[in-house]
């Protein structure tokens, strides 16, 4: 009959392996989370796009802390690679047909970080499929919400797109939150 007390000495290192791997995974996701909220409230960002980021970051340290798990317990690398292999190969099947998706994402995560512009300015985006002035409403994940202000149109923008595209800020904060929140 195996004991408690012998699965604690047969898997010593792995344990402890899996201890620091979660307290580093706590440690890092502490700070990556408290980086994104000190860079969302200098750059004055919407709090939802904070949190949005915030998600991202740690869906992406979790799947760190998953490999090192999978490296500290010493799983058979043969039978792990024919589980990745099969799982990239649905992936990558279903992210090629979703690209636009998975490039709006990216570049929403992009657009958090650099992007000069805030809600309330009034741009122009550098196209010639769209030429109009509009002020931009919210910045999502996915796209822009722009707003003309001579027919009240309300636009959405593809955030891959505005990174492609120059845009020409016409005027810094044009629009009040209470007049972003009557278009909404």
């Known amino acids: 009959m195996i004991t408690l007390e012998h699965l604690f000495t047969q898997y010593n290192n792995e344990l402890w392996g899996t201890f620091i791997a979660l307290i580093i995974f706590i440690f890092l996701r502490f700070l990556s989370i408290k980086t994104v909220r000190r860079i969302g409230k200098i ?3 919407n709090q939802m796009r904070t949190r949005l980021v915030i998600r991202y970051v740690s869906f992406g340290l979790f799947i760190v802390l998953a490999v090192a798990l999978i490296l500290i317990w010493g799983v058979n690398f043969k039978e792990v690679g024919i589980v990745i292999s099969s799982a990239f190969a649905v992936l990558g099947v279903a992210l090629f047909a979703n690209w636009s998706i998975l490039s709006n994402v990216t570049a929403g995560i992009i657009l958090f970080f650099y992007f000069p512009y805030k809600i309330g300015d009034r741009i122009r985006i550098q196209d010639k499929d769209f ?3 509009a002020v931009i409403l919210d910045i999502q994940a996915f796209n822009l919400i722009l707003i003309k202000e001579d027919t009240g149109e309300l636009l959405t923008y593809p955030n891959n797109l505005i990174l492609q595209k120059g ?18």
């Not at 020409?168 to 939150?177: C, E, H, P, R, S």
């Open 131 to 133: 030429p109009e002035e």
């Open 43 to 45: 750059s004055d960002i």
């Open 167 to 184: 845009v020409l800020l016409i005027q810094k904060q044009v629009a009040t939150d209470q007049d972003l929140e009557q278009h909404l």
